[in-house]
C-alpha cells in the first residue's frame, strides 16, 4: 500500500510560534488514518496546510504523488467535514448536502441522486426538507458527513468531528464511519484529540505532539509498545503514570531506580542509553497497576486518595508516598469497592513498564524480573 | 393564602398602570403632534386646549402646495437611501476583512472609527465645512451622499464585525474547499448569515441620516435641501411660529420612520448591543 498524502519537513509559523516543526507524515492510501494528538498540538493546522487553506513556510506536500504546496485549495480534490458542522442555517438539508456539487455546477438530476445516496448512506434521507435548526447534534454532524463525502473524491479530511457531541451519539458514528469507508474504499484522515476515538477508528494512528508525529502505525502497537513518552503519556485514558528514575549498572545489568522500587532493564535493540545522564521516565498503563487482596503478595503498598466512578470501571488515585498514581479497577457487585483512606497493597508486572530517555522522550527499554521495593 | 395573592395580583395591577403613564406622559408630544395637525391654527392656539374639534386636511393639502415641499421629501428619500445602502455596503466588506483577516491594529482602527461618532457633531461641522468649501462638494447630491455614509459606516461596521464575528469561519473554508470564490463566500455564503445585522445597521443609520439638520444646513446647498432644514426655515413667518405647518410636517415626515420602526423594531436591540445580543433575530 503506497502513500497518498506526504508531508516532508513541513514547518508553519504563526508569527513566531512554531505550530508545526519540520514535520513528516506519510499516510497510506485506502486507510483510515486518524491523526491523534491533545488540543492545540497543531492538529487543525496540520490539515489546512494540507487542504490549502494555509501554505507552509517550510517543506513539501505531495498529494496523490504530485507537489502541490503552493495549489489552491480547490484544485486538490477533497472533501471536508468541518469541526463545527458550518451547516447553512438558511438552506434546506438537501441544499446543504448538495453545496459542493452547486459550486461545481453539475447538472440537476444528477445532484439529487448524489445527494440521495450519500443520505441514505447516513440514514439521514428522511431529513433531507427539513432546515438545520430543525435537526439534532448527532444529525447536524450526519448532515456535514453527508455534505462532505458527495464530492466523490478519493481522500476525505475530517477535522474532529465529533468534537461536542456526546459519548452515546458519538459511539454511534464511530461504526458507521468505519463502514463508510469501506463503502467509500478511499483515504480517510482524521483528526481528533480522544484516545478513546483514535484507538475505536483508526487503522493507523499518528501521533502529532508538539508540532511533530512521534509516532506512527498501528493503534494496538502504538498503545501495547510505544517507543515514545509522549505517545504512551497522551493515547490512553486515564493517562498513563510516569515516575522519574534513574539507570545505574549492578553485576553488569543495568538496573533503574525509582524512588519506590527498582527493577532491571532489557534494553531495546535501537535505544541507546544516555550513559553520562542515566535520567529516565518511566511509564506505566493504569491498567498495569494491579490492587491486590493478598497483602503476601503485595510489593507496593498505597492510600486511596480519590475514586471516580465510571460505571463498570472505577478510576482510582492512589498515593504512594506523595506520588500520586491512578489505577483502572472492574466494578463488580460482589466485591467491596475502596474506602478513601484504605491502604491496600499494589502489584505492578515489570513487563509493563517502560523505560524513556528524560531528554529525548525515546524508549530505551522495558523492565524485566522481579520488582524490588 | 388567598389575600397574600390577591396583594400580589393588586400590586402588579399598579406596576402596570404606573408603566402605562409613564408612556403616555412620553408620548403626548407626539400625541399632540399628532392630534395638531388635524386643527387649524386657532384651534391649535386655544386655551385650554380643544379636546374635541373637527378634523381637518387642510394643512396636509396646504404642505404639498408649499414650493419646496416635494422637493426637500424627494431630497430626504433619495440622499437618505442611498447614503444608507452605501454605507451597509462598504462597512459589509470592511467587516468582512476585519473579522477574516485581522490586520495588524484591528482593534485600534475599529476604536477609532467608532470615536468618530463620540465626537459632537458642532465640533466637525467647521473643518468639513472648509473641506467642502475648497472641493468643491458643497451643496452637491454626491458630496451629501458621501458625508452621510462617511457618517454612517463607522456604527455598521461595528454592528456587522459582531455579526460576521458569529459565522463560523469554517464556511469560508468549506466554501473555498469545494471551490467558492472569495465574492461567493461573501455574498452567498456570510451575507445570508447576517442579515439580521444588516437591518440593525440599515435602521440605525437611516434614523440618523432622516432626521440630520446640521450638516445639511451647513454644508449642503438650495438644491439639497431636506425636510428638516425646510422645516427649520418654514418655522417662522412674520414673527410668528406657524404651529399648524410645524406639527403637519413633522406628522406626516415622522410617519414612514415610525411605520418602518415598528416592524423591524426587533433589530434595534441588535444595533444597540453591536450585535452581541442576537436573541431571535
Known sequence: MGSIVEFHGVTKRYGKTEILKELDLKIPENDFTVVYGLPSSGKSVLLRVLMGLEFPDEGDILLRGQDVRKRPPNERNLGYIPQDFALFPQKTIFENIAYPLRLMRRPDGEIRGIVQRAAEMLSIDDLLGKLP?????????????????????????????????????????????????????????????????????????????????????????????????????????????????????????????????????????????????????????????????????????????????LGAEEIVTLDFQGRVAWTMVQTDVDRTAYDLGDIIGVKIESG????????????IGKGKGTLHV | ???????????????????????????????????????????????????????????????????????????????????????????????????????????????ILLSMRMVPAAAVVVPIYLLYAATGWKGTYSGMILFYAMFSIPFSVWILKGFIDGVSPRFDETAIVNGGSRMHIIFKVVLPQVRPGLIAAFIFNIIFVWNEFLFNYIIGGKRTITVPVGLAQGFTVGGGIQWEFVATLTAFYSLPLIIFIFFFQKYLLVGMTFGTVRGEV
Not at chain 1, 549498572?249 to 531506580?257: K, L, N, P, S, Y
Not at chain 1, 509493563?352 to 524508549?363: E, N, Q
Not at chain 2, 404639498?64 to 447614503?83: G, Q
Request: aromatic share 10%; charged share 25%.
Open chain 2, 1 to 111: 393564602m388567598e389575600s397574600r395573592d390577591r396583594k400580589k395580583r393588586i400590586k402588579r395591577r399598579l406596576y402596570h398602570a404606573l408603566l402605562w403613564i409613564i408612556s403616555l406622559v412620553f408620548f403626548s408630544p407626539i400625541l399632540w403632534m399628532l392630534i395638531c395637525s388635524f386643527k387649524t391654527k386657532d384651534e391649535i392656539l386655544t386655551i385650554p386646549p380643544k379636546w374635541i374639534f373637527t378634523p381637518t386636511l387642510q394643512n396636509y393639502i396646504g404642505l404639498f402646495h408649499r414650493i419646496n415641499f416635494t422637493r426637500e421629501l424627494i431630497n430626504s428619500t433619495f440622499m437618505s437611501l442611498s447614503a444608507v445602502l452605501i454605507a451597509v455596503l462598504v462597512s459589509f466588506l470592511a467587516a468582512y476583512s476585519f473579522s477574516r483577516f485581522k490586520p495588524k491594529g484591528t482593534d485600534l482602527i475599529m476604536f
Open chain 1, 133 to 309: 435548526t430543525q435537526l439534532s447534534g448527532g444529525q447536524k454532524q450526519r448532515v456535514a458527513i453527508a455534505r462532505g463525502i458527495v464530492k466523490e473524491t478519493d481522500i476525505y479530511v475530517f477535522d474532529d468531528p465529533l468534537a461536542g457531541l456526546d459519548f452515546k451519539l458519538r459511539e454511534k458514528l464511530f461504526d458507521d464511519l468505519k463502514m463508510l469507508r469501506e463503502r467509500l474504499s478511499s483515504t480517510f484522515i482524521y483528526t481528533t484529540s480522544d484516545p478513546l476515538e483514535t484507538l475505536s477508528l483508526a487503522t493507523t494512528v499518528a501521533v502529532l505532539h508538539e508540532g511533530r508525529v512521534q509516532e506512527i502505525g498501528f493503534p494496538e502497537e502504538l498503545y501495547m509498545n510505544p517507543s515514545m513518552l509522549s505517545t504512551m503519556e497522551i493515547l490512553g485514558f486515564p493517562i498513563a503514570n510516569t515516575i522519574s528514575g534513574t539507570l545505574v549498572t549492578r553485576d553488569g545489568e543495568v538496573w533503574c531506580e525509582t524512588g519506590l522500587f527498582s527493577f532491571q532493564v532489557e534494553q531495546t535493540e535501537s535505544g541507546e542509553m544516555d550513559e553520562g545522564n542515566g535520567q529516565v521516565v518511566v511509564g506505566l498503563r493504569a491498567e498495569s497497576l494491579t490492587p491486590v487482596e493478598n497483602e503476601g503478595e503485595s510489593l507496593l503498598k498505597a492510600e486511596v486518595f480519590l475514586r471516580e466512578d
Open chain 1, 352 to 363: 509493563a513498564l517502560f523505560v524513556f530517555d528524560a531528554r529525548s522522550g525515546r524508549r
